[in-house]
């Protein structure tokens, strides 16, 4: 059972920070070639203090470094391993944390984006079919890379403005993983710099257990600056498509049926949203005005409905028909209600930053200066509490936000690595991508609690993903006591004195 999770969380992240040591007397014994890459000024440590969902304001590093190579980030962790007062060091990939997790207050923020000097650190090998990328690219340059020579790698997340480090160190979800496995299950090999600045080539033969154990591994075990990620032949085009359901039974099933399927004969993608009660479909370069209108007329008075959101690659537009048609007859959404659009892959996979770029283009009316928080919660949550989930959070929520909801096949997931999931068979992403405001963030972490408190009231052993604890206690039952006792293992090896990643707080 998890313990504490419904305490007021502001309270939390105040007792966190306000307990975090500033100690950088530090600052004036580090040797010349890493000072030269150290920045203590307040305009650049100010940026560090923060991240993408903004509810969590930490003091700021005592120093940001930006490292060339991953050397200067071995020779930083050697010193800080040595140091009379060790400090802590984060690794920042793109700092879209939403609960403080890159932050590392009166320590080093490890500035991720200086390594190569601003030179793309991604090598496609067509021979081989992997890219080596470095932790810190962002995964829309990986993708652009491997497309130049036909390729590309196979699991996503829906947005592509994140590192190859940061999604590592979490699992890399999107509509893909049903088939391929999370991201982390994508990976041949990485560079770890560890929490005592050794410098380990690792993978499923050599040094394996740092290789799973850094795999969703929260940053605890070492910065990853290499990672060597399995491509195949990208596919042309895509058939994009939302199908609309009243009913979330039908919905389920559908979506489960689709993620049992062969790729020869399913979609390579499969996702699904929820719209609440208050929600409307909207302005959205997917539908056309008329779509928008019957969707909205479905809607009516209906409380929730769902869709489907399922994608087709293909070459050949004759098959791709043909599979598609196939598909639509075994599917029980409401007559009519199925939109589609043919896209290039690529600007499938970039659907989420293409939107926003869209939207953002017309929008006339966001005069609005201030950054919006992200409260989000993620779970995954098994199979067998659907329905309850339906009926105890879904029906009952009076906030709008985005809600996301598809399957995962647990079979793609390798339990030796540190990410934990559900122990189903099936089990749902159910992501709440809530938007707020500084006044009311609040009312939305207070919803997160009462849903994390629901399901352990009923019984439902959710597991947070990209999770935020502040207890051992907590962390423990996240992971459950074997893999619990692993990671620690792990971490007293590898980071023996706990500088790595404390804004996750688990060891600090
Ligand atoms: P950061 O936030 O900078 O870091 C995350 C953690 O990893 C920190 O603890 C940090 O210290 C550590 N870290 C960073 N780089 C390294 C490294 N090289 N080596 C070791 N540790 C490191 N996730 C999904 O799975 N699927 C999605 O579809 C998805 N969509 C998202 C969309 C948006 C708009 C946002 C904001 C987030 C989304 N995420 C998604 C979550 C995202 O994967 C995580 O927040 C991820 O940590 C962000 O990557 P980042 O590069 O910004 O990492």
Redesign the pocket.
């Given at each position: 059972m998890a313990v504490g999770i419904v305490i007021n969380r502001l309270v939390l992240v105040v007792a966190y920070f306000a307990g975090a040591a500033v100690v950088s007397s530090w600052l004036d014994d580090v040797p010349p070639e890493i000072a030269s890459k150290l920045d203590s000024g307040s305009n650049a440590t100010a940026r560090f203090a923060t991240?993408?969902g903004g509810v969590t304001r930490a003091a700021n590093p005592a120093a940001v470094f930006h490292p060339s190579t991953a050397d200067d980030i071995a020779a930083l962790l050697r010193f800080a391993y040595c140091a009379e007062s060790p400090f802590p060091v984060?690794?920042?990939?793109?700092?879209?944390?939403?609960r403080g997790?890159?932050l590392a207050p009166g320590g080093v923020a490890i500035d991720?984006a200086a390594l190569g000097g601003g030179r793309r650190r991604i090598n496609v090998s067509s021979a081989g079919m992997y890219v080596d990328a470095g932790?810190?690219q962002l995964w829309i340059d990986v993708l652009e890379a491997a497309l130049r020579q036909g390729l590309s790698p196979q699991s996503w997340?829906?947005?592509l403005y994140?590192?190859?480090?940061?999604?590592?160190?979490?699992?890399?979800?999107?509509g893909q993983a049903f088939r391929h496995g999370?991201q982390i299950s994508n990976v041949y090999e990485l560079d770890v710099v560890t929490g005592k600045g050794e410098m380990i080539t690792c993978s499923s033969q050599s040094d394996r257990d740092l290789f799973y154990g850094?795999l969703g591994g929260?940053?605890q075990l070492?910065?990853?600056?290499r990672a060597r990620i399995a491509l195949r032949p990208a596919p042309a085009r895509v058939r994009w498509l939302r199908l609309f359901y009243t009913d979330l039974g039908d919905l389920t099933r559908d979506q489960e049926f689709l993620i049992s399927l062969p790729e020869t004969t399913g979609f390579d993608y499969v996702e699904g949203q929820v719209l609440l009660s208050h929600q409307r479909v909207g302005n959205s370069t997917f539908y056309s005005k008329q779509d928008v209108d019957s969707i909205n007329r479905l809607k009516g008075e209906l409380n929730i409905i769902y869709f489907l959101e399922g994608a087709l690659y293909y070459d050949s537009p004759s098959i791709a028909d043909q599979k598609i048609e196939d598909l639509l007859k075994q599917l029980n959404f409401v007559p009519g209600f199925v939109f589609s659009n043919d896209v290039t892959y690529l600007e499938f996979l970039n659907r989420?930053h293409n939107e926003i770029q869209k939207l953002n283009s017309t929008d006339d009316d966001d005069s609005s200066s201030t950054a919006p928080l992200?409260p989000w919660l993620n779970l995954f949550l098994p199979k067998s509490g659907v329905r309850d989930f339906q009926l105890g959070i879904l029906e009952n929520i009076n906030l709008t936000g985005l809600i996301l909801l598809y399957p995962l096949n647990k079979n793609r997931w390798n339990d030796i690595m540190t990410a934990t999931v559900p122990n189903e068979e099936v089990f749902y992403t159910v992501g709440f991508l809530w938007t707020a405001t500084v006044e009311d963030w609040g009312t939305f972490d207070a919803l997160n609690n009462e849903i994390l408190g629901f399901c352990d009231q009923h019984g439902i052993e959710v597991k947070q993903?990209?999770p935020h604890y502040t207890s051992k206690l907590d962390w423990a039952w996240h992971f459950g006591s074997d893999k619990w006792e692993k990671f620690v293992q792990l971490k007293r090896r590898y980071d023996p004195k706990a500088l790595?990643?404390p804004?996750?707080q688990i060891f600090n």
């Open positions: 991240d993408y984060a690794a920042r990939g793109n700092g879209h944390s939403v997790q890159a991720m932790g810190e997340t829906d947005y994140l590192t190859v480090g940061g999604t590592l160190s979490n699992a890399g979800i999107s999370p850094v929260l940053g070492g910065v990853i600056t989420v992200h993903y990209l790595l990643s804004g996750q």
